[in-house]
């Protein structure tokens, strides 16, 4: 198999603009919620920008004229209460309802992605998940979609309100005093120097961070999934050590990450008191004075405005580091998602046929209990159909998973209708292999593969599989009952062909000591089972299935001898009139085959029955007696 690479790792985005632009893509719909949006967020920023402002006249012409009045007119002084009130009410009103809105929209747009993303993962060719760990595919769903969610929900929000409040608020601050904004602008200059300098330590701290997290979270699910075998060979204190390696790694990033992290908020919060003070300063000096119609109720109002102004700048900053991973967290998706799919070029299908007593054979709607392969030929334009037989040729084929790495060289033979073909041999000889191509998991470049006569790139790899059905030596069951995992192979079965199956499979016995029988739920690939048991409910899902030709992939490594001699005669049934390819270490189990096919180093070395390889006294024989051991 190709090596699988793990190359996911967190970092910045390659291409920012494009990676907004095609999230943004997928808000379609929502063209009037955005709208609704940005105008809550403009009112619910300009609340807080007039609720500063109004201060002024509330202290210059009600607070400050009336110091020392026995009785006082409060008319005036309650009505501009009441409307800042109700400023502060709308602000509120239009925050609330821009955050459930945004939730709305950052919500529907995950939807999307995640279904596009899983989509393209159905659609995408074995050669891919060969290549790519699953760790690194399941952090798409979870690392990356969480970053993208927190980035929607709250960054993207914040960001725009900091915008328009900063916009707002330096507005204000100029009309009140441009003196003033003077300091503004220089405390500015030094917060944007601070954020750049503290921020780009602290990001390659985190992208430190999120590698040894990485090493970790893998270090420990792998520990989880051995547990027996670090107990077995007493590998605890072991297993201690190296995680403690690792989990201090880790420490060591996360203590560099976090430092400069966590002393941005201290500094950026001291750097506004220290503004709040100048400004306090230089606008108590000149309401003394009375330069440039400087107030206390403008110096208080001014005050108000320079901590509303310098907040938003904090609140960027700290969303800076989270925006730069959700879209580098995006990237990554849509590179998943760009990836090409599986491609199919077959024209050939499997249809439901009627055949007469005279061998004609007709297309039927129904189900007919016959199948024939539809071939319509693009150079007359007629249309020929073959029954479904399951004969298998390989015709000088040719095969490397990678450029310059033949795994298969110059394959050549014929399984006929109903013939068992065994292949036996050391582990990486080709045996997997040849059943990979059979399904088209992998395309053949040089060689072709003939079935019913027709070359396999001709026809539609759905309707091939259709007339497959595999055993894998890693079985593989999914969460739901016994029942819905027989029925995976024909999901259209009875549950009479369900017991049927289970009984060819002899699965029957055991499957009705479970607690719930075939209702039992099966969670985590079976865990509740033996090996044993999850391989015979894959024997009987392939047998549901009843394909003219059946792969055995080590299908009995897993089962016991006295298990393997009960399913024995099951086997025989399941296979009888079927083209059947078996790869075995067992050669117990393929001696009944009409031809073993022996290889090594991609090359079938010898073939023949399991008599005639005894009588040739080479490799098989050698295997057979145990004078040489499969490796």
């Known amino acids: ?64 004229p009336y110091i020392g009045h026995k009785n006082p007119k409060l008319s005036g002084f309650i009505s501009l209460l009441c409307v800042m009130a109700g400023i502060y009410l709308l602000g509120a009103v239009c925050t609330f309802l821009y955050q459930r809105l945004m939730l709305k929209v950052s919500t529907t747009t995950l939807y999307r992605i995640r279904t596009d993303l899983f989509n393209k993962m159905e659609s995408l060719p074995i050669r891919y998940f060969d290549k790519h760990t699953h760790g690194d595919l399941m952090s798409l769903y979870t690392n990356d979609t969480d970053a993208l969610r927190e980035m929607l929900s709250t960054s993207v929000v914040q960001f725009i309100n900091s915008a328009i409040t900063v916009t707002g608020v330096f507005t204000a601050m100029l009309i009140y005093s441009w003196r003033l904004t003077i300091i503004v602008v ?27 997290l990485g090493s970790v979270n893998g270090y420990i699910e792998e520990m989880i999934e051995g547990q027996k075998v670090i107990k077995v060979f007493c590998h605890e204190d072991e297993a201690c050590s190296d995680f403690d390696a690792l989990n201090e790694k880790l420490c060591i990033a996360s203590t560099k990450a976090n430092t400069f992290a966590n002393i941005l908020m201290p500094i950026m919060n001291n750097l506004s008191y220290l503004h709040y003070a100048a400004t306090a300063i230089a606008g108590g000096i000149m309401a003394v004075k009375g330069t440039g119609g400087m107030t206390i109720g403008k110096v208080v109002s001014y005050l108000q405005f320079t901590r509303s102004f310098s907040q938003p700048i904090t609140q960027i900053s700290q969303q800076l580091n989270a925006v730069l991973a959700a879209l580098a967290g995006a990237e990554r998706i849509f590179n998943v998602i760009d990836e090409t799919p599986e491609e199919d070029n077959g024209y050939v299908t499997l249809v ?137 192979g024909k999901l259209d079965a009875s549950d009479e062909e369900v017991y049927a199956a289970a009984k060819l499979a002899n699965a029957d016995s055991f499957i009705n000591h479970l607690s719930d029988g075939y209702n039992t739920m099966l969670t985590a690939d079976g865990s509740n089972l033996s090996q044993g048991q999850r391989q015979l409910l894959a024997i009987a899902r ?30 025989d049934s399941l296979m009888e009139g079927r083209t059947v390819f078996v790869i075995a270490h067992r050669l117990s189990t393929v001696r009944n085959s009409h031809a073993i096919m022996v290889l090594e180093h991609g090359k079938i070395i010898e073939r023949g029955s399991h008599d005639d390889l005894i009588k040739q006294k080479g490799k098989y024989y050698q295997l057979y007696t145990g004078m040489f051991e499969l490796s």
Not at 199 to 207: C, I, L, P, V, W
Request: charge should be positive; charged fraction near 20%.
């Open 1 to 64: 198999m190709p090596p699988k690479h793990g190359n996911m790792t967190m970092g910045k985005p390659k291409n920012t603009k494009a990676t907004l632009k095609r999230i943004f893509s997928y808000m379609y719909g929502f063209k009037v919620h955005l709208i609704v949006i940005v105008l809550a967020i403009i009112f619910s920023s300009g609340a807080g920008v007039a609720g500063n402002y109004l201060l002024s006249p509330i202290i210059d012409n009600y607070i400050t």
């Open 186 to 212: 220089v405390m500015l200059a030094l917060m944007i120097f601070v954020v750049g300098f503290i921020g780009q330590k602290s990001g390659k701290g985190f992208k430190e961070q999120q590698q040894a």
């Open 352 to 488: 439901n046929a009627n055949i007469s007593s005279d061998g004609k054979i007709t297309e039927s709607d129904k189900r007919t209990g016959y199948w024939a392969w539809k071939h319509p030929h693009k150079a007359d334009g007629t249309v020929t159909y073959t029954k479904l037989e399951g004969k298998v040729e390989f015709d000088d084929v040719v095969f490397g998973y990678e450029p310059n790495k033949t795994v298969l060289n110059g394959i050549s033979l014929v399984a006929d209708p109903g013939h068992k073909i065994a292949f036996v041999g050391s582990t990486g000889a080709g045996k997997t292999t040849i059943t990979n191509l059979i399904n088209r998991f992998y395309d053949v470049p040089d060689g072709k593969i003939r079935y019913d006569g027709i070359n396999i790139n001709k026809i539609k790899k759905d309707d091939l599989r259709r007339s497959l059905s595999m055993v894998l030596q890693d079985t593989h069951l999914f969460t739901g009952t016994v029942m819905d995992n027989i029925r995976y």
């Open 542 to 571: 392939a047998a549901i299935a009843n394909p003219p030709v059946l792969i055995l992939d080590e299908a009995t490594s897993s089962i016991d001898t006295r298990t393997e001699a009960l399913i024995e005669k099951g086997m």
